[in-house]
């Protein structure tokens, strides 16, 4: 059992338990205790004892079959005598039947709680009475000052009527100040019954003028034969017992009617007016307590419907489905729960944000309450997750419930002006087969459900025995997930990526692993999606993020080459935190140069919400971080899209890798691919590569870079910081050479040539260098080249006399313009003569450097194959020597 909450007041109130039962006393007991000042008796005789003395319990939970005296007997006695008569007394028993509630409350039990006892029902109820008992005390005590002093001033002016009339004036201002200043409704009857006098707050409470109801008779005022015919009881009337029996009426609830006919919920207490001996009438005072019953109906509601969908909770529904057990094991029938979660539903969430997750699962409630029966019960219980319970079932339950639920959330929903759509997965416990209260039917559907969910979702499965297991196990594992974070059983090994031209290691992915205590390395396929589920990977790719980047400027302050360090977001993380903001906090606390860290979005997280993926992109950008969509081509990207995300790489899902070699499907994909990067100025790595028919086959369509484990796999940071230290690179098969690619760089500033052999040396070209267009031709003249780029300013030789004369003797070289000095007059005739593929200005961004020239040499290759198949007749690539 869950202890009780500790109440927001000062001093705890005392509770009675009265059971003959051990176990129930400790039960309950450990249960009050953390809240309230608890008293046990296990006997009606020591019950009385403890009630009679001080302090006295402010509630008596009672048992009612005990030996000797029973909870009857024992509710009489306290009722008999004054001390005890208000203590409220709550039965508990298992006895459900209705003539024994019936006869508790006649009794003057306040409430009846049946065994076996539910906790939250248990304290919500105790809650109830002792909020109810505190209300009443303060309006007792407010109310016995005030009767008293109204009492005493009444019989003071009767019995001073023989004084003045000027005395008499003043008593009777002093009462009219008396009476009008209080909220409470006070009226005074004589003997019949009669109202001689009321104040304001009576008057205006009943509907009436003061005048108006001096005269009248107070019950046929207060209780009036209505329209429906309905009489009240005259001996519950406050006049009738106070005025003509002279008995005093202590808090009691009632219903008073107004002058229009509606009803007054009150609290009333009558004290009759005695002089000498002699019964004069009675004072009423009464409040209006519609407020406060409105207030314990929200509570009830609250505690027993969900505040979003206006189901039932998760307490009603273990309430209900009780008392369906019950019903269907008394009538043999067959009882059928459904436990029904939404599929796709957190990125819905997740994307447009917790509002409008709120109203699709109202969307969901009311769409699908159509379908339940009123005899049966739909209940929200947490998140995205509802269950259903339906009486009277065959086995057929599946086809007559579960499908017609997945066929109504098939049907599209619109929500901000989108239409999107929604499956689920469902599980079916069956009464009693499947179990035999309502924790193991709701646990045995639940694990019926993850089986659905596992096979795709968008489908009912009934229970059976063996997922258990596998429900145990994913529990066990979203246990042990929680605790991995803090407790550091998290590792990231990295797999290397390198360079297709020249072999050479250009980065790492980052992959997260964990190292189980018990279990052993679980593999990222196994907790990935219960961390995408649960939420838990937000904080577990901070983790990543922060390691990751630490990790990498480690390995450049030992001295290593430095690399790009390649992060997976998912689309829970896109959509759960500012990732622009967080990426630069991680970048400036560990101190890596933005231009080293890489993030990798999966297509699919990238479409969830492609507009705020734009702005972010563009963000990160501006940090020169660099943008990666991981497993492109699995999902439905559009193209126009495409183009407006600022990403510098597409990965080639291993999925179409896998096969390249001998599907023509996967070729074709792969091949797409590869050219839609380069003709979007993107760069593209295949992942996945295992074999060397694989490699050759991505080297000869010209994929830029790979990783898989034909060079590695995921490595620990020691062996990867090794492999670094020795310079490892990819070895190329026998006979794979590309066509050499030749780069002249023509420039008269001996630094800035340097600065380009450093740049483009890791691209795999061979690299010239001249410090003017005159030793630029004799170069060519040599040696040959592919690609030109040139300063425009040099002595002896100017940059557009030289690039001209390049043209003209060697026209398939493409020549790049690269200058700190522009002469839009001289570049634009350049450009117009097709002197120059492109002008770029110093200083350079290096990535946009790098792309043009590796465009530049594609067209350069382009030219070669296009003049190959011309004299050849033969289709294919041409032998190294025919490009150059």
Same mark, same amino acid.
């Given at each position: 059992?869950?202890?009780?909450?500790?109440?927001?007041?000062?001093?705890?109130?005392?509770?009675?338990?009265?059971?003959?039962?051990? /176990?129930?006393?400790? &039960?309950?007991?450990?249960?009050?205790?953390?809240?309230?000042?608890?008293?046990?008796?296990?006997?009606?005789?020591?019950?009385?004892?403890?009630?009679?003395?001080?302090?006295?319990?402010?509630?008596?939970? #009672?048992?009612?079959?005990?030996?000797?005296?029973?909870?009857?007997a024992?509710?009489?006695?306290? =009722?008999?005598?004054p001390?005890?008569?208000?203590?409220?007394?709550?039965?508990?028993?298992?006895?459900?039947?209705? $003539?024994?509630?019936?006869?508790?409350?006649?009794?003057?039990?306040?409430?009846?709680?049946?065994?076996?006892?539910?906790?939250?029902?248990?304290?919500?109820?105790?809650?109830?009475?002792?909020?109810?008992?505190?209300?009443?005390?303060?309006?007792?005590?407010?109310?016995?000052?005030?009767?008293?002093?109204?009492?005493? =001033?009444?019989?003071?002016?009767?019995?001073?009527?023989?004084?003045?009339?000027?005395?008499?004036?003043?008593?009777?201002?002093?009462?009219?100040?008396?009476?009008?200043?209080?909220?409470?409704?006070?009226?005074?009857?004589?003997?019949?019954?009669?109202?001689?006098?009321?104040?304001?707050?009576?008057?205006?409470?009943?509907?009436?003028?003061?005048?108006?109801?001096?005269?009248?008779?107070?019950?046929?005022?207060?209780?009036?034969?209505? /329209?429906?015919?309905?009489?009240?009881?005259?001996?519950?009337?406050?006049?009738?017992?106070?005025?003509?029996?002279?008995?005093?009426?202590?808090?009691?609830?009632?219903?008073?009617?107004?002058?229009?006919?509606?009803?007054?919920?009150?609290?009333?207490?009558?004290?009759?007016?005695?002089?000498?001996?002699?019964?004069?009438?009675?004072v009423? *005072?009464?409040?209006?307590?519609?407020?406060?019953?409105?207030?314990?109906?929200?509570?009830?509601?609250?505690?027993n !419907?969900?505040?979003?969908t206006?189901l039932?909770?998760?307490?009603?529904?273990t309430?209900?489905?009780?008392?369906?057990?019950?019903?269907?094991?008394?009538?043999? *029938?067959?009882?059928?729960?459904?436990?029904?979660?939404?599929?796709?539903?957190?990125?819905?969430?997740?994307?447009?944000?917790?509002?409008?997750?709120?109203?699709?699962?109202?969307?969901?409630?009311?769409?699908?309450?159509?379908?339940?029966?009123?005899?049966? %019960?739909?209940?929200?219980?947490?998140?995205?997750?509802?269950?259903?319970?339906?009486?009277?079932?065959?086995?057929?339950?599946?086809?007559?419930?579960?499908?017609?639920?997945?066929?109504?959330?098939?049907?599209?929903?619109?929500?901000?002006? =989108?239409?999107?759509?929604?499956?689920?997965?469902?599980?079916?416990?069956?009464?009693?087969?499947?179990?035999?209260?309502?924790? *193991?039917?709701?646990?045995?559907?639940?694990?019926a459900?993850?089986?659905?969910?596992?096979?795709?979702?968008?489908?009912?499965?009934?229970?059976?025995?063996?997922?258990?297991?596998?429900?145990?196990?994913?529990?066990?594992?979203?246990?042990?997930?929680r605790?991995?974070?803090?407790?550091?059983? !998290?590792?990231?090994?990295?797999?290397?990526?390198?360079?297709?031209?020249?072999?050479?290691i250009?980065? &790492?992915?980052?992959?997260? =692993?964990?190292?189980?205590?018990?279990?052993?390395?679980?593999?990222?396929?196994?907790?990935i999606?219960?961390?995408?589920?649960?939420?838990?990977?937000?904080?577990?790719?901070?983790?990543?993020?922060?390691?990751?980047?630490?990790?990498?400027?480690?390995?450049?302050?030992a001295?290593?080459?430095?690399?790009?360090?390649?992060?997976?977001?998912?689309?829970?993380?896109?959509?759960?935190?500012? &990732?622009?903001?967080?990426?630069?906090?991680?970048?400036?606390?560990?101190?890596?140069?933005?231009?080293?860290?890489?993030?990798?979005?999966?297509?699919?997280?990238?479409?969830?919400?492609?507009?705020?993926?734009?702005?972010?992109?563009?963000?990160?950008k501006?940090?020169?971080?660099?943008?990666?969509?991981?497993?492109?081509?699995t999902?439905?990207?559009?193209?126009?899209?495409?183009?407006?995300?600022?990403?510098?790489? #597409?990965?080639?899902?291993?999925?179409?890798?896998?096969?390249? *070699?001998?599907?023509?499907?996967?070729?074709?994909?792969?091949?797409?691919i590869?050219? #839609?990067?380069?003709?979007?100025?993107?760069?593209?790595?295949?992942?996945?590569?295992?074999?060397?028919?694989?490699?050759?086959?991505?080297?000869?369509?010209?994929?830029?870079?790979?990783?898989?484990y034909?060079?590695? +796999?995921?490595?620990?940071?020691?062996?990867? $910081?090794?492999?670094?230290?020795?310079?490892?690179?990819? /070895?190329?098969?026998?006979?794979?050479d590309?066509p050499?690619?030749?780069?002249?760089?023509?420039?008269?500033?001996?630094?800035?040539?340097?600065?380009?052999?450093?740049?483009?040396?890791?691209?795999?070209?061979?690299?010239? %260098?001249?410090?003017?267009?005159?030793?630029?031709?004799?170069?060519?003249?040599?040696?040959?080249?592919?690609?030109?780029?040139?300063?425009?300013?040099m002595?002896?030789?100017?940059?557009?006399?030289?690039?001209? +004369?390049?043209?003209?003797?060697?026209?398939?070289?493409?020549?790049?313009?690269?200058?700190?000095?522009?002469?839009?007059?001289?570049?634009?005739?350049?450009?117009?003569?097709?002197?120059?593929?492109?002008?770029l200005?110093?200083?350079?961004?290096? $990535? $946009?450097?790098?792309?043009?020239?590796?465009?530049?040499?594609?067209?350069?290759?382009?030219?070669?194959?296009?003049?190959? /198949?011309? %004299?050849?007749?033969?289709?294919?690539?041409?032998?190294?020597?025919?490009s150059?």
């Open positions: 059992m869950s202890p009780a909450q500790p109440e927001a007041a000062a001093s705890p109130a005392t509770i009675l338990i009265v059971d003959d039962g051990a /176990e129930n006393l400790e &039960v309950l007991g450990e249960l009050l205790r953390p809240a309230y000042r608890v008293r046990v008796a296990n006997a009606g005789e020591r019950a009385l004892q403890i009630a009679a003395s001080d302090p006295k319990p402010d509630l008596v939970l #009672l048992d009612v079959m005990m030996p000797g005296m029973d909870g009857y024992v509710l009489a006695r306290l =009722r008999e005598a001390a005890t008569r208000d203590i409220p007394v709550i039965f508990i028993t298992a006895m459900d039947a209705p $003539e024994d509630e019936r006869k508790g409350l006649e009794l003057g039990a306040v409430d009846y709680i049946t065994k076996p006892l539910r906790p939250p029902i248990v304290l919500a109820r105790v809650r109830t009475q002792l909020e109810l008992k505190r209300a009443r005390d303060a309006l007792r005590e407010r109310n016995r000052a005030l009767e008293a002093e109204v009492a005493r =001033r009444v019989a003071e002016n009767l019995a001073q009527r023989e004084e003045s009339d000027r005395a008499r004036a003043w008593l009777a201002h002093q009462r009219e100040l008396i009476l009008a200043s209080t909220a409470e409704g006070v009226y005074g009857v004589d003997t019949t019954g009669v109202i001689n006098f009321a104040n304001p707050a009576a008057a205006a409470m009943l509907g009436y003028k003061r005048e108006e109801l001096l005269g009248r008779d107070a019950h046929a005022v207060v209780h009036p034969v209505r /329209e429906d015919g309905a009489v009240c009881d005259v001996d519950r009337c406050p006049a009738q017992l106070s005025a003509a029996r002279g008995i005093v009426v202590q808090r009691r609830e009632e219903k008073f009617w107004r002058k229009d006919g509606s009803a007054l919920p009150v609290e009333y207490s009558s004290m009759p007016i005695v002089e000498d001996g002699r019964l004069l009438g009675a009423v *005072t009464f409040l209006d307590v519609s407020e406060r019953k409105r207030y314990l109906e929200q509570i009830e509601r609250k505690s !419907f969900d505040d979003v206006g039932p909770n998760r307490n009603l529904l309430d209900r489905l009780n008392h369906a057990m019950q019903h269907a094991q008394r009538k043999n *029938t067959l009882l059928a729960v459904l436990v029904l979660n939404l599929d796709r539903f957190k990125a819905i969430n997740d994307s447009l944000g917790r509002a409008a997750g709120d109203q699709v699962l109202r969307n969901v409630a009311e769409r699908l309450s159509h379908l339940i029966r009123k005899t049966d %019960t739909f209940a929200r219980i947490e998140g995205d997750e509802f269950v259903a319970v339906a009486e009277d079932v065959d086995g057929a339950i599946g086809n007559r419930l579960a499908q017609p639920i997945l066929e109504k959330l098939a049907q599209p929903f619109t929500l901000q002006g =989108r239409e999107f759509f929604l499956a689920a997965s469902i599980g079916i416990a069956l009464f009693p087969k499947d179990g035999g209260d309502a924790e *193991t039917l709701l646990g045995n559907a639940t694990a459900m993850y089986q659905a969910k596992s096979e795709g979702g968008d489908r009912f499965r009934f229970f059976a025995a063996e997922m258990n297991a596998r429900s145990l196990n994913r529990l066990e594992l979203e246990n042990g997930l605790r991995a974070l803090e407790r550091g059983e !998290f590792v990231l090994h990295y797999q290397p990526q390198v360079n297709l031209r020249n072999g050479e250009i980065g &790492v992915e980052a992959l997260v =692993r964990w190292q189980h205590p018990e279990r052993g390395l679980v593999a990222p396929a196994e907790f999606p219960l961390a995408e589920e649960t939420g838990l990977i937000v904080p577990l790719g901070e983790w990543v993020l922060r390691s990751a980047c630490s990790q990498n400027k480690a390995w450049q302050d001295g290593l080459p430095p690399v790009t360090m390649a992060v997976n977001l998912s689309a829970r993380q896109l959509a759960a935190q500012n &990732v622009v903001q967080f990426a630069g906090k991680v970048l400036r606390e560990t101190g890596l140069d933005p231009m080293y860290l890489e993030l990798e979005l999966t297509e699919s997280a990238v479409m969830a919400d492609a507009d705020a993926f734009i702005h972010a992109t563009e963000s990160l501006g940090l020169s971080i660099t943008l990666t969509i991981d497993d492109f081509g999902g439905f990207s559009s193209l126009s899209y495409l183009k407006r995300f600022a990403i510098d790489r #597409l990965k080639i899902d291993q999925s179409f890798v896998r096969d390249v *070699t001998h599907d023509p499907n996967s070729a074709a994909i792969a091949l797409a590869i050219s #839609l990067s380069h003709n979007l100025k993107l760069s593209a790595l295949a992942e996945g590569v295992e074999t060397e028919a694989q490699l050759r086959f991505l080297r000869a369509r010209d994929c830029d870079e790979m990783q898989g034909y060079f590695s +796999k995921p490595l620990p940071a020691a062996e990867v $910081e090794q492999m670094l230290r020795s310079g490892r690179r990819l /070895e190329f098969p026998p006979g794979d590309l050499r690619r030749t780069l002249l760089l023509v420039d008269d500033d001996a630094g800035v040539l340097a600065s380009l052999k450093r740049l483009f040396r890791r691209e795999g070209y061979t690299l010239l %260098t001249a410090a003017d267009g005159v030793e630029g031709l004799d170069l060519l003249a040599g040696h040959g080249a592919g690609v030109v780029v040139s300063d425009a300013r002595p002896r030789m100017e940059g557009a006399e030289f690039l001209g +004369k390049v043209r003209e003797i060697y026209p398939d070289t493409v020549r790049i313009m690269l200058s700190g000095y522009t002469d839009l007059a001289a570049v634009t005739d350049a450009v117009n003569r097709g002197e120059i593929f492109k002008f200005t110093k200083p350079w961004a290096d $990535e $946009e450097l790098l792309e043009v020239v590796r465009d530049a040499f594609r067209l350069y290759e382009g030219r070669g194959q296009r003049w190959w /198949e011309t %004299t050849s007749g033969r289709r294919g690539a041409p032998p190294a020597a025919a150059e």
